[in-house]
């Protein structure tokens, strides 16, 4: 499941992000699912009773994911919701969209140093070899949870700076509790 926050390209300067999920392949067209929930809760009102889904609104995935739900638990709108018409509100184009970070307020973020060609070359450049610990536990550092952005998003230069270092980050969001896994589990 492709899921993103998002809000139309025309949309007023701080306007609320909403919570959508792909409907194809191509992610061309995407579900907003409260709009999904609501058209639901509509077709069968006893849903809030039998699923807690569907007692609440459906915001953004930092209040999902506070609220204690899954992101598997998504999958009960998408898999039950069928556009009404070609008009339906709930289904959106993405050339209309402005796709937003994937976490919004994360309350954390930890950057690993992952590759040992790279931690190498940091080590060698202080003319030191690369400390046996790094092969021993996993190093991280807390990054800076406040420039997080989505596609396309601008990244404005520190006043004062003469050049910018970009990096890549991957990031996984795990909504798993999990302990001592095995490595093929993990």
Known sequence: MKIAHV???TAPAGTPWRLAVARDDGASLWLDLEEARQGLVVEDPRRPHNSPLYRQPVTTLDDHLARGLRVEALAEIVDGYAAAAEDDEAVL?????HFGPPILRPPGIRDFYAFERHVKTMWD????PVPE???RIPV????NTSEI???GEPVWAPRGSAELDFELEV???VDTPALD?????A
Do not use: I, M, Q, T
Request: no cysteine; aromatic share 16%.
């Open 7 to 9: 809000r139309e390209r």
């Open 93 to 97: 184009h993405a050339g209309d969209l």
């Open 125 to 128: 450049r202080r003319g030191n």
């Open 133 to 135: 610990a790094w092969y």
């Open 140 to 143: 991280f550092y807390f990054s």
């Open 149 to 151: 952005r989505g596609p």
């Open 171 to 173: 990031a996984a969001l």
């Open 181 to 185: 896994l095995e490595p093929d589990r």
